[in-house]
């Protein structure tokens, strides 16, 4: 079972009710969440976009918008070059978009993920150098492509990185970090050393949208309303599916892009919408992240990333309806082949076999695993799948990471070599240990939660032992932790509070929804629904005989098996039958939420944990 954790962070939330107008259960969540100094606090629930940060704070901006200017002036051709997620999508989209409506004579090319790869390489650099290209703009990537930033220069090409992933480094013997950035004209990074911008997690599609409020400003030019509307809600779309901490910035851009993107200009987001059939009012993280974001990135990811950006360019709506229909199919299909890798990493794990890359001799001199060694004793799992599409190396990874609640990479054959993608927990920075062993790999990159690699086959084993005997994990890091806001009786709930709670919004990464908690809580009947009859709804009372409705969205077969633990099999099945049952009484997790039916609104508790 999880470990329970009820958050104690002290302030006079009188008081702070008082300043703001809101309750002191409302006052304790914002502390909960260190929003402490007035002025946060107000940012934190009224902040607008016109408080976002001066983009002249990012270091080197001011050379970035200098070179661009002059560029589009002279009739420079710039190819700028992005990546296959839906980050770097929006992020090629909004330049392009903006250098374009300057008169800038600009291209794009996006890397194919299986013939390209990650990012900038030789073959992109040739090709550019080929096609008369003067300048190279990269966005989502380049912070890590030293070597091919130094060849573009050396064949008289300009070179402007824009990024937001973590500056390659080396330890020194006295444990500083010695960062090592490109040899570009100018290098827009928030992560860089001697960078002041205030913050720091903006993905690349943010950085991106700097780089063209920049560039509108410097050269004395005022945005139009409708694309600067288009560009912050591409920011803030890339800014969920990049899984960025909504805090700070990011919130105030996430929120204003959720209450604008359904009338956005871009009439690609707009079908989008419409084909995956969202018909609220007002579209959450959720969409986002789990419905919308993944038909973006299922065509970098099974086919090319330039039918997406497609889509974001696409200018008349019908041509935008058929492009989303088709990335919403793709997007389906990517479902099915993840559901079966995720269950063949899943089996791999339980059965606890490990073996060598295929073709890989199990010798003592070559690293590989002897037959019989198990992952059991793993802080770190490096699974090697040889027949996992490698574009959904990193889905998998992140459902093992759920599974098993470790840091996870999962390995899969390319056409040259092994690549792979890592996942990783709360108490493990990803990134700093790959730099460890940086030896290993041919090519990677990342930051603290996810990373990219390629490797030699010989050396997976290899890996796999060099990152375990590095990690200083411990059994607590590994343990589940579901940190509670406040013990709230269920009578404090109401449909006042739930309104308050909204204005916390929008939740995810760094701000995640509030829970609250109360013991002896008896389940009073139930009934499953759902087409696979997976969800639970019951009917509750509180210690003082209050009825409630109750949702659960989770495991239905583990609660059922806790149930008939305590109590037994047949009184689980009586819960679910007319008539009266014996009294089953749990502690639970929970938030207040709104339940609409056929017009008519009333409360609803969703269970969120269980002992």
Not at 239 to 251: G, S
Not at 340 to 356: F, L, P, R
Not at 385 to 392: K, M
């Amino acid at each position: 079972m999880a470990k329970w954790v009820l958050v104690t962070k002290r302030a006079d939330f009188e008081s702070i009710g008082r300043k703001f107008a809101i309750s002191p259960v409302l006052a304790r969540l914002i502390r909960n969440r260190d929003i402490v100094e007035e002025d946060d606090i107000r940012k934190y629930l009224s902040g607008t976009a016109e408080e976002m940060y001066d983009p002249f704070l990012l270091k080197d901006m001011d050379k970035a918008v200098v070179i661009l200017a002059e560029k589009i002036a002279s009739g420079a051709a710039i190819r700028v070059i992005g990546d296959y997620d839906a980050d770097g999508i929006c992020a090629t989209h909004i330049l392009i978009k903006g250098i374009s409506s300057l008169g800038g004579k600009a291209d794009t090319v996006i890397p194919h993920r299986v013939k390209d790869g990650y990012g900038l390489n030789d073959h992109l650099i040739e090709a550019a150098a080929q096609a008369g290209i003067d300048t190279i703009v990269t966005c989502d990537n380049g912070i890590a492509a030293a070597a091919q930033i130094q060849a573009a220069k050396e064949m008289g090409m300009t070179v402007i990185v824009t990024d937001h992933h973590e500056v390659p480094f080396e330890e020194a013997e006295d444990g500083k970090r010695i960062y090592f950035l490109p040899a570009a004209d100018a290098v827009v990074d928030p992560k860089q050393e001697g960078c002041p911008y205030p913050c720091k997690q903006i993905c690349g599609g943010v950085v991106a949208v700097k780089v063209v409020e920049a560039l509108f400003r410097f050269m004395g030019r005022a945005m139009p309303a409708a694309l600067q509307e288009e560009i912050r809600c591409l920011g803030a779309f890339a800014t969920i599916c990049d899984v960025m901490e909504l805090r700070d910035e990011n919130r105030i851009l996430v929120k204003y892009g959720l209450e604008r993107m359904r009338e956005s200009a871009n009439l690609g987001l707009r079908a989008l919408i419409e084909v995956n059939g969202i018909s609220e009012e007002r579209l959450s993280p959720y969409h986002i992240g789990f419905v919308l974001g993944p038909c973006i990135n299922a065509t970098g990811r099974l086919d090319t990333a330039e039918r997406a950006l497609a889509l974001l360019g696409a200018t008349e709506y019908r041509e935008a309806m058929v492009l989303a229909a088709e990335l919403k199919s793709l997007n389906e299909s990517r479902k099915e082949m993840t559901r079966s890798m995720v269950e063949e990493a899943v089996h791999m794990v339980v059965s606890g076999a490990v073996t060598a890359g295929a073709d890989t001799p199990v010798t003592e001199e070559s690293g590989a695993v002897e037959a019989g060694q198990s992952y059991q004793g793993d802080k770190v799992l490096v699974l090697y799948l040889p027949h996992c599409h490698e574009s959904l190396a990193g889905i998998v990874a992140g459902r093992i990471r759920e599974h098993f609640g470790k840091p996870t990479f999962v390995l899969t054959d390319a056409e040259e070599e092994v690549k792979g993608s890592g996942r990783s927990i709360e108490a493990y920075d990803m990134y700093a240990e790959m730099c460890k062993c940086k030896e290993l790999f041919i090519k990677f990159g990342g930051h603290k939660q996810a990373a990219g690699l390629s490797i030699k086959k010989e050396n997976i084993d290899r890996l796999r032992r060099t990152l375990n005997a590095n990690a200083l994990l411990t059994e607590a890091d590994f343990e589940e932790r579901v940190r509670i806001d406040i013990a709230l009786p269920l009578s404090y709930v109401n449909a006042e509070l739930i309104r308050e709670i909204d204005r916390l919004a929008p939740f995810g990464v760094g701000n995640v929804k509030p829970v609250f908690a109360q013991k002896q809580v008896r389940l009073l009947s139930g009934r499953l629904m759902g087409k696979n009859r997976n969800v639970g709804k019951y009917t509750i009372a509180d210690g003082d005989g209050r009825k409630f409705e109750m949702v659960y969205f989770g495991d239905m077969e583990a609660f059922h098996g806790f149930l008939a633990d305590r109590y037994s099999p047949d009184e689980v099945g009586r819960l679910y039958e007319d008539g009266p049952i014996n009294p089953i009484e749990i502690s639970i997790v929970y938030y207040p939420d709104r339940n609409s039916y056929k017009g008519r609104e009333s409360i609803q508790i969703v269970m969120r944990n269980y002992c």
